[in-house]
């Protein structure tokens, strides 16, 4: 099996060198992928996802809040909505967790 694949590299190589491959920078933009050269890439429209402002907590019951999220510009329906929103408050939950000397935060 081993002679098999050293024999299967070796032709690629050799035919490799007899026939130089294209580019693959070249291949896509001849597909019409990429701009031509020397054309201006315009930057994408801004793109502000849904995220947490802030949080209300029951004084009566410390354990009780509610989270305050930002909607962000994604059109979504409720249920989208509700497992976006839902991850967020589980990803603030995991931070709160976590030690800090486990946080790679900088300053």
């Given amino acids: 099996m081993r ?3 050293a024999c299967f590299v070796l032709v690629a190589f050799l035919i490799s060198c ?3 491959p294209q580019g693959f920078a070249q291949a896509v933009s001849a597909m019409g992928l990429m701009p031509a050269p020397g054309t201006q890439v315009l930057l994408t429209p801004a793109f502000t996802p849904a995220h947490l ?3 209300v ?3 009566q019951n410390p354990f009780k809040f509610d989270f305050i999220i930002r909607r962000g510009d994604e059109a979504l329906s409720t249920a989208q909505k509700q497992d976006e929103y839902k991850k967020l408050a589980k990803y603030f939950l995991a931070a709160l967790a976590t030690p ?3 946080q790679w935060v900088t300053h």
């Fill in 100 to 102: 800090d000397n486990d």
């Fill in 3 to 5: 002679r098999i694949t």
């Fill in 18 to 20: 007899v026939i130089p």
């Fill in 57 to 59: 907590i029951d004084p």
């Fill in 53 to 55: 402002r802030g949080m």
